[in-house]
T-cell receptor
Framework: GESVGLHLPTLSVQEGDNSIINCAYS??????FIWYKQESGKGPQFIID?????DKRQGQRVTVLLNKTVKHLSLQIAATQPGDSAVYFC??????????FGQGTELSVKP | NAGVTQTPKFRILKIGQSMTLQCTQD?????MYWYRQDPGMGLKLIYY???????DKGEVPNGYNVSRSTTEDFPLRLELAAPSQTSVYFC???????????FGEGSRLTVL
């Protein structure tokens, strides 16, 4: 069946370092992948998405990489700041609008 | 725009009671979703809708029902509440043209 999972449940980084959050997925038919950030007590916020026909997409301080060969997705955050501390979820979606989320990785940024 | 509005924000139910979580959006989005999030876990899709009159099951639909009579509203009904339904419920919407989901602030439900 479909599943989206993350390799690491927690990640601790020093302020100013780069962060890499990983995600594995199993549905090779997914059309797109999205990264969300969730701060404590709030709903998830969209960060960046990538279509299945792309390998890389860059945003402001964030880069998403997609490796369809090994069904792996990663989110890179450059110059991590204390405000980046949150739980990060990957999600995969396909035709029909269904969007499935992974378990999440908690990012902790040390000042 | 208010975005996605969920009510109530908090609710305590007794086992066997029923209730409806309300969700409304003012962005004229066709796609709407209900997710539940248990402590320390990811979001599980309960039901979703791609337009008025159309609904479909997600990953964990048992114990819930939805309806989509208008574009704006997507209520989630819990029948015969059980402790396993204690969770935070999030409603979300998207235009479908963009993959970005806009989430409400969540409804925290406790079943005792």
């Amino acid at each position: 069946g479909e599943s989206v999972g993350l390799h690491l449940p927690t990640l601790s980084v020093q302020e100013g370092d780069n962060s890499i959050i990983n995600c594995a997925y199993s549905n090779s038919a997914s059309d797109y992948f999205i990264w969300y950030k969730q701060e404590s007590g709030k709903g998830p916020q969209f960060i960046i998405d990538i279509r299945s026909n792309m390998d890389k997409r860059q945003g402001q301080r964030v880069t998403v990489l997609l490796n369809k060969t090994v069904k792996h997705l990663s989110l890179q955050i450059a110059a991590t700041q204390p405000g980046d501390s949150a739980v990060y979820f990957c999600a995969e979606g396909g035709a029909g609008g269904k969007l499935i989320f992974g378990q999440g990785t908690e990012l902790s940024v040390k000042p | 725009n208010a975005g996605v509005t969920q009510t109530p924000k908090f609710r305590i139910l007794k086992i066997g009671q029923s209730m409806t979580l309300q969700c409304t959006q003012d962005m004229n989005h066709n796609y709407m979703y209900w997710y539940r999030q248990d402590p320390g876990m990811g979001l599980k899709l309960i039901y979703y809708s791609v337009g008025a009159g159309i609904t479909d099951k997600g990953e964990v639909p048992n114990g819930y029902n939805v309806s989509r009579s208008t574009t704006e509203d997507f209520p989630l009904r819990l029948e015969l509440a059980a402790p396993s339904q204690t969770s935070v419920y999030f409603c979300a919407s998207s235009s479908g043209l963009s993959r970005e989901l806009f989430f409400g602030e969540g409804s925290r439900l406790t079943v005792l």
